[in-house]
């Protein structure tokens, strides 16, 4: 039974569309939220653009849902996902980037809070994205 559930979980995971429906309805549920969010970031971060892309596309009609749903530390992760996809040249996400996530202004809001608060911690992150530019750079490059 629990292998049975767990395929379920993979297979919402990996067919999960990106509407504002669905993750309010996921939403109700942590674990299967957890998990999406997580299939989220990876797509959000990808080094395939078709996947990057498509992502970047669908995030500006999810800001107003996502940004009820996440944390202001999962916003920046979602933030440095997608300038992570733009340094692969995914063009899509080259434009959420340039344009400063001005299409995202509740998302952007969030993480810039989170950058604020955190600098040690949103540092770390962007470590671990390998986006080696400092955090200084990065709020002025993209959040500001």
């Known amino acids: 039974m629990i292998a049975e559930l767990s395929e ?6 990996n067919a999960a569309p990106y509407s504002p429906e669905f993750i309010a309805t996921l939403g109700k549920a942590p674990a299967i939220w957890a998990a999406l969010f997580d299939k989220y970031l990876e ?4 080094s395939n653009f078709d996947i990057a892309n498509r992502f970047a596309s669908a995030a500006p009609s999810l800001d107003t849902t996502l940004a009820a749903k996440i ?7 979602l933030v ?3 300038v992570r996809a733009a340094k692969y040249n995914a063009w899509t996400a080259i434009g959420l980037a340039n344009d400063e996530f001005n299409s995202l202004p509740l998302t ?3 993480a810039k809070a989170y950058a ?3 600098a040690p911690e949103a540092t770390s992150i962007l470590d671990a994205k390998y986006l080696l530019m400092g955090l200084g750079r990065f709020t002025e490059d993209y959040l500001s």
Request: glycine share 4%; proline share 0%; no cysteine.
């Open 108 to 110: 952007k809001a969030k």
């Open 116 to 118: 604020a608060a955190n």
């Open 43 to 46: 797509n959000a971060g990808s």
């Open 71 to 77: 944390s202001d530390e999962q916003a920046f992760e």
């Open 8 to 13: 379920l979980l993979d297979w919402v995971v």
């Open 80 to 82: 440095t996902a997608v």
